[in-house]
C-alpha cells in the first residue's frame, strides 16, 4: 500500500508535488507562446537551461527577480506569469489587457453596444 505525500513531506521534497495540480506558475506557457527553446530563453537571462527546466517543472520555486528577468525576456508583465495562461484566455483577452486604460473603457462601451444590438 503506497502512502499518499503530506504536505509536510512535499515542502521537504518539492518533487512530490502533485503533477495534477495547477502550475503555480505559467513561465513554460508563455516560453512556448513565444516560440522559445528553454535554451533561448536561458540566453535571454541569467538563469541557465537547466534552472528554467526545475521552475518549470515544478522543482524549484521562483523569486520575484527571477519573475522580473523572465518577463522581461518574453516581452511580457510581470504578474502574467504568475497570473495568466495564454492560451486559455485567448486572442481577444490578451488584446483587451494590452490597452491602455483610456481605451478599456472604449472597448467595454463597444461590447456593451454589441451586446444589447
Same mark, same amino acid.
Given at each position: 500500500m503506497h &502512502?499518499?505525500? +503530506? %504536505?509536510?513531506?512535499?515542502a /521537504?521534497?518539492?518533487?512530490? %508535488?502533485?503533477? =495534477? #495540480? $495547477?502550475? !503555480? $506558475?505559467y513561465v513554460?506557457?508563455? !516560453?512556448l507562446k513565444? #516560440?522559445? +527553446?528553454?535554451?533561448q530563453l536561458a540566453g535571454r +537571462?541569467?538563469?541557465s537551461p537547466g534552472a528554467i527546466s526545475q521552475l518549470e517543472t515544478g522543482r524549484t520555486a521562483y523569486t520575484?527577480?527571477?519573475l522580473e528577468a523572465l518577463s522581461h525576456a518574453l516581452g511580457v508583465k510581470t504578474g502574467d506569469l504568475i497570473s495568466r495562461n495564454p492560451y486559455a484566455e485567448g486572442d481577444v483577452?490578451?488584446?483587451f489587457n =494590452?490597452?491602455?486604460? =483610456? @481605451? @478599456? /473603457? %472604449? &472597448? %467595454?462601451?463597444?461590447? @456593451?453596444?454589441?451586446k444589447t444590438a
Open positions: &502512502a499518499e505525500p +503530506t %504536505i509536510l513531506s512535499m /521537504r521534497n518539492p518533487m512530490l %508535488i502533485p503533477k =495534477d #495540480g $495547477h502550475p !503555480r $506558475h513554460k506557457e508563455w !516560453r513565444s #516560440g522559445l +527553446t528553454q535554451e +537571462t541569467p538563469f520575484q527577480p527571477m483577452v490578451e488584446l =494590452d490597452l491602455p486604460d =483610456d @481605451k @478599456k /473603457r %472604449i &472597448a %467595454i462601451g463597444m461590447l @456593451k453596444s454589441l
